[in-house]
């Protein structure tokens, strides 16, 4: 059975800084795609960041406009982990953050693209 745990959410004050991590179990995920969701009350679910496999090591990171130069994604193939770094948080970053994971290597921003989700982390930024 597969599946994602997210953890490290909390609450923070505005400019602060959290890191989320996804544990990955039931099967490696080193040459899939993996994201960070999130939801904000009322909202739908939206894109945050999708990292890919493109060679070696090396991971892709695309990110949603609103978090480029603030968040940042990466993978440890060891402990089959996604992370994301997030600083300068602001109010309008609170929402539960979902961890995601596809079958496939291509990535995709697109929520229904994904086979595997994870129970999310709550992530409260106060002004």
């Known amino acids: 059975q597969v599946q994602l745990v997210e953890s490290g959410g909390g609450s923070v004050q505005a400019g602060g800084s959290l890191r989320l991590s996804c544990a990955a179990s039931g099967r490696t995920f080193s040459g899939n795609a993996m994201a960070w969701f999130r939801q904000a009350p009322g909202k739908e679910r939206e894109f945050v960041v999708v990292t890919s496999w493109i060679g070696g090591r090396t991971y892709n990171a695309d990110y949603t406009e609103s978090v480029k130069g603030r968040f940042t994604a990466w993978r440890d193939n060891a402990k089959n982990t996604l992370y994301l770094q997030m600083n300068r948080l602001k109010p309008d970053d609170t929402a539960v953050y979902y961890c995601?994971?596809?079958?496939?290597?291509?990535?995709?921003?697109?929520?229904?693209?994904?086979?595997?989700w994870g129970q999310g982390t709550q992530v409260t930024v106060s002004s």
């Open positions: 995601a994971g596809r079958s496939k290597s291509a990535a995709t921003p697109h929520r229904d693209d994904y086979d595997y």
